[in-house]
């Protein structure tokens, strides 16, 4: 079966970071494209940051573009986020997703497989 962990949330200060994990199983990693989104509370799930499965591209929503930063390494079976100048806004639970196409989408439902989510919260 195919699993997506994510793992490396947690409390930390504005202006602060974090690096997010997401580590794959059950699926041929690096034939997929990976996206991270996260959802707050009373808000829908929203596109974060994509990594593509050919050539690495990427993309970054505007609200994160110049702070975060996403990228795999396939040996691992792992995609990585790293937050750093991260603001209350960014508080949510971050999900790692998986995509067969070959194009990076957006669109939460374009994506097949889902992990747990970890939280991350941003104290003012």
């Known amino acids: 079966d195919v699993q997506l962990q994510a793992s490396g949330g947690g409390l930390v200060q504005a202006g602060g970071s974090l690096r997010l994990s997401c580590t794959a199983s059950?699926?041929?990693?690096?034939?997929?494209?990976i996206g991270w989104f996260r959802q707050a509370p009373g808000k829908e799930r929203e596109v974060v940051s994509c990594?593509?499965?050919?050539?690495?591209?990427?993309y970054s929503a505007d609200s994160v573009n110049g702070r975060f930063t996403i990228s795999r390494d396939n040996a691992k079976n792992t995609v990585y986020l790293q937050m750093n100048s991260l603001k209350a806004e960014d508080t949510a639970v971050y999900y790692c997703?998986?995509?067969?196409?070959?194009?990076?989408?957006?669109?939460?439902?374009?994506?097949?497989?889902w992990g747990q989510g970890t939280e991350v919260t941003v104290s003012s």
């Open positions: 059950g699926i041929t990693f690096d034939d997929y494209a």
């Open positions: 990594i593509a499965s050919t050539d690495g591209s990427t």
């Open positions: 997703a998986a995509s067969a196409r070959l194009v990076l989408d957006t669109r939460p439902d374009l994506y097949g497989y």
